[in-house]
């Protein structure tokens, strides 16, 4: 069965600081990978999204930035943190196949707060 | 693009029936998708119509109108464990795209 990591859970940043944020899939091949945002009293917000390795497209201006240097590895990254990127960011994926409606599945999302 | 609108918060009685809505006004619609989330947790998948009509599974069932850009989500028999946001989500334009836009989700609070 296919399962999904990020990591950290949860983080507390000063303004300023750098990010790195790491989503792993297990059990598939090729997926493509979402990057989401839900800030308080917002909606999800898709961010990045890759349909394969070294494959990335932003949805959303920011100072964020995506990788995918594997095919089941999806990180988001910052050089400098500002308050308004606070939030939960949640990874997801779509398989190749075998999903029954497209759906995407969701991780268990790092908790990010900027001080 | 997309614009998903829902109410922002409703609360049910248990062992009630709640209905949940949902319009979209989108530049293209490939399927609308229904999530739960609790809180601090990640969104799981609920359902998916992409086709007008009802869709029912279990205490579960989603409909949808594409001429009318309008779906719900329909709860029988509430559980204190169905207090949650309820998020819908449209997939947008184009065969290849797998991309998902969400609302900002409806709080449901399930009293006594």
């Known amino acids: 069965s296919q399962t999904i990591h990020q990591w950290p859970a949860t983080l507390v940043q000063p303004v300023g600081s750098p990010l790195s944020l790491e989503c792993t899939v297990e059990g598939t091949s090729n997926p493509n990978l979402y990057w989401y945002r839900q800030a308080a009293g917002r909606g999800l917000q898709l961010l990045f999204y890759?349909?394969?390795?070294?494959?990335i497209s932003s949805e959303v201006p920011q100072n964020l930035s995506a990788s995918r240097p594997q095919d089941r590895q999806f990180i988001l990254s910052s050089k400098k943190l500002l308050l308004s990127d606070s939030g939960f960011y949640l990874c997801?994926?779509?398989?190749?196949?075998?999903?029954?409606?497209?759906?995407?599945?969701f991780g268990p999302g790092t908790r990010l707060t900027v001080l | 693009g997309q614009n998903i609108d829902q109410p922002t918060e409703m609360t049910a009685t248990e062992g009630a029936i709640v209905q949940i809505n949902c319009t979209y006004q989108?530049?293209?619609?490939?399927?609308l998708f229904w999530y739960q989330q609790h809180a601090a947790e990640a969104p799981t998948f609920l359902s998916y119509?992409?086709?007008?009509g009802l869709e029912e599974k279990g205490r579960f069932s989603s409909f949808l109108s594409r001429s009318k850009g309008y779906s719900y989500l329909l709860l029988k028999e509430l559980q204190m464990k169905d207090s949650a946001s309820y998020l819908c989500?449209?997939?947008?334009?184009?065969?290849?795209?797998?991309?998902?836009?969400f609302g900002k989700g409806t709080k449901l609070s399930v009293i006594p």
């Open positions: 989500a449209v997939r947008g334009p184009g065969a290849g795209s797998y991309q998902l836009t």
């Open positions: 890759s349909v394969g390795i070294g494959q």
């Open positions: 997801a994926w779509k398989g190749e196949g075998g999903a029954t409606y497209n759906e995407q599945f």
């Open positions: 119509n992409v086709l007008d």
């Open positions: 989108t530049s293209g619609f490939n399927g």
